[in-house]
């Protein structure tokens, strides 16, 4: 059973009826919310679009993700300028997908751009990026018209490095393939804190295996695990934030639930959409009682339709879940 391979592309199939998430700027704004001095969670107003970070040392200011046009990037250069003068020298791309990197060509050509070396080398098709991205648009493809490069990062590491900011030593993680082959994870040790991109969601959130199955994904949690013993919170690039070692227990419990049971369904030459029903789906009735009240942090639309929305999206990811696993497991005929 081939169930550790790593696709060197994005999965194209989804789900008959399948709903993503809805990655249009639109409408959201970023707003800021302290985490320790120096040291910013920049949300998005609406979820699911994407979050952001700051983070500010005695001589260089870093930010977390680029957003998903250069009139995003710009929002959020115009954000930390509101909130420091130190000079911005460090972008992090937690994934290469074009939500977290399209703005990277909008960033001054000072700041230096930081990924893995993975997600750097799957930067590589920006047409094909702007396609699979554009299912997620929702109407507004036209925004990647402005997109006209793709703006590669400027260094690249394969484990672990470190960035002096003055006064505060930031840590890039890769700890191996989860939503991606390359997602790299952003930890401030001193608020105990990390940016995970698509890595890691607030526990009770459906991720979204696009590139890559269960068992891979378990162990690059455990890395994480193993690595940072003193994180508190994670901001990811998606919803609300989270307590982290909650979040990495309650994914590792999902896909270590994803694959026994999709296991046992090939096993059984059950079809995929017997394998369907077959799953526990954690999304069936409603959303986590935690992670719906972490919701009260949005106020820019109405709670229940934030929650009703994102209810829907995790029941969608779970189902895009199901079938990738079942594809990778099903033998080749």
């Known amino acids: 059973m081939a169930n550790t391979y790593i696709p060197k592309r994005e999965i194209a ?3 008959h009826g399948y709903q993503g998430p809805n990655l249009s700027p639109s409408g959201s704004a970023l707003t800021p919310v302290a985490l320790g001095e120096g040291v910013h969670a920049l949300m998005a107003t609406i979820p699911p679009k994407d979050n952001n970070g700051l983070i500010i040392g005695t001589q260089a200011a870093l930010v977390v993700d680029a957003g998903i046009t250069p009139t995003v990037a710009r929002l959020i250069q115009d954000t ?4 420091t003068d130190r000079p911005l020298r460090y972008l992090v791309n937690t994934t290469y997908h074009g939500d977290h990197t399209f703005g990277n060509m909008a960033f001054p050509a000072q700041t230096v751009v930081v990924s893995s070396r993975i997600n750097k080398e799957n930067m590589a098709d920006l047409a094909y990026e702007k396609r699979v991205r554009s299912g997620n648009m929702y109407g507004d493809e036209g925004l990647f018209d402005a997109v006209t490069r793709w703006r590669t990062p400027d260094v690249a590491f394969d484990g ?6 003055g006064g505060r030593a930031i840590q890039l993680w890769h ?3 989860g ?13 105990r804190t990390a940016w995970t991109g698509n890595f890691l969601c607030h ?5 979204m295996l696009l590139q890559g199955g269960p068992l891979p994904y378990l162990e690059s949690l455990r890395r994480m695990k193993r690595a940072l013993p003193e994180l508190r919170t994670i901001v990811p690039g998606h919803g609300p934030m989270g307590d982290g070692p909650t979040a990495i227990d309650t994914l590792v419990e999902y896909l270590e639930r994803l694959h026994t049971e999709v296991t046992e369904a090939v096993a ?4 995929l959409e017997q394998t369907e029903i077959s799953c526990t789906n954690p999304w069936a009735e409603r959303l986590d009682p935690v992670l719906s009240a972490a919701f009260a942090a949005y106020t820019a639309v109405p709670q229940d339709v934030a929650r009703a929305g994102f209810l829907d999206l995790c029941r969608n990811l779970h189902r895009l879940n199901v079938m990738a696993t079942y594809n990778l497991y099903t033998p080749a005929e």
């Open 13 to 15: 199939d989804r789900p």
């Open 80 to 83: 930390v300028a509101d909130l």
């Open 160 to 165: 672990h490095v470190e960035i002096d900011l």
């Open 175 to 177: 700890f191996g393939p």
């Open 179 to 191: 939503n991606g082959p390359g997602d790299t994870v952003v930890y401030v040790p001193d608020v």
């Open 203 to 207: 526990a009770g959130t459906a991720h």
């Open 268 to 271: 059984a030459e059950l079809t």
